[in-house]
DNA sequence: GTAATAGTGTCTATAAGACACTATTGT
DNA sequence: ACAATAGTGTCTTATAGACACTATTAC
């Protein structure tokens, strides 16, 4: 990863004050059947295969170019890792503690990471090796985001914190900003959100008080649709109007 | 500004790709007297001396060092270009946009900016200059944070942007956050603090309803003091129990 | 018909806003 | 006494939660 031009730099900048540098990682959250059957928050992680933490999993990322902008940046990053093209985007947080640097490494450059946190649909979770071959492709792979769910406990550097407090965002913004339906497909009905909120949540929701919220809520039409093949009385579809990312 | 040692990194960058460089800028509120005599948000803005934006007012900021966290490196920034040392301070936002970047200047290295907002007390607003002359203080001084209010309605950069973003994250997090109290002093009456929220919140607020919203808040103490020297009935005094900085 | 989910109506508890009212001080 | 602010009580309105109830489909 390091190229000759950027080994210089840090060669230089090492015998006096070695400036941070400066990197973007994303929080991709999606949702999935988990464990126990019911719809569960998911994320893609890299398997690192260099020190430090080599063979542990870690966010998708990787260095800002000069020509990008921040969230193109991330954008970028995850279609070169991942090959997703997430639907909503939006900046988490600047980490640049410096216990994130590990003591083992010798001469490592401070990294500040710049966190985005991105929402894809179900449908869209297909994943790409970072080659095309299908043997590199266990590198990136889904796991369930709360470790109460499976997850993993432990990620590389300070990403279980990272995905912590992306958790905690991503349940505070869906009380009052319209971010569930990036979740889901472009129809939907009432219950298929109610179960993105339950799943985000973590707990059951009334259908009817549901249902009633709604109401008032902006960007939200009710189309002429429903979805058939049910074994009850087919809902009513609905689709989301407003922006595709805020 | 730039040593030798910097520019040499920037001279070797510059022929291929050129790494961003970091910065940290701080946006610090205070509330005094208003041109129209009540209490309104002013901040502390810094003359640049330099190009691009020369004469215009700036956010106070400087570079980050590798050994310091980044809320450590905004809190030394504005140490020695304000002398200001806030008694709150958060992280705002990452901005990167690539219009940052002033076209009129040549080679021009890309500039990402970790901007955090903090709140100092009116009675801690001396402002230092960055030397200890006299003469030289003209160049940090205070501004009303609203335009609305007499503020400057244009700044160096996108100064004025990051500005209105942070009034906007004051104004929603005073709603619901334990920050009002980091703008008053140890001790004070329920009408000051109702004072505090109506300078942030731009409106009048009920003084019997806003008295039993605070009763349910945690870390707001009824003291045995009054405020005397007042030309009427003495209120009682409050303290703010709850932590210094979050 | 029966099971199961879709969707509606209503009661209650809680909280915010409006505002009348009492209390206590300086002048 | 009077002005002015401190502080209390109460009424109205909006909203969230609980839950009973009706509607429509597959089998």
Known sequence: MPSALSRGVANVAERAQLPPSLAISTVIFALRPGHEGC???????VRRVREPFRG???????????????EDAARRNLAETTGLAPAYIEQL?????????HRDEVGAQRVVSIVYWALVRADETALAGQTGLAGEQE????????????????????????VDYALWRLRSKIEYAQVA??????MFTLAQLRE??????GRSLDPANFRRQLKGTPHLEATDHYLEGGRHR????????????L
Chains 1, 2 share one sequence.
């Open 39 to 45: 719809p569960t928050l998911w994320m893609p992680l």
């Open 196 to 201: 993105v909120h339950e799943a985000v949540l």
């Open 56 to 70: 542990q999993w870690a966010l998708p990322g990787g260095p800002l170019t000069a020509a990008e902008s921040l």
């Open 181 to 186: 339906y990036h979740l889901l497909g472009e």
């Open 93 to 101: 947080y600047a980490f640049g503690g410096l216990r994130r640097a």
């Open 139 to 162: 590198n990136v792979a889904w796991h369930p985001a709360d470790p109460a769910h499976g997850g993993p406990g432990t990620l590389a550097f300070d990403h279980r914190e990272i």
């Open 234 to 245: 087919p809902p009513r579809l609905y689709r989301y109007t407003g922006p595709r990312s």
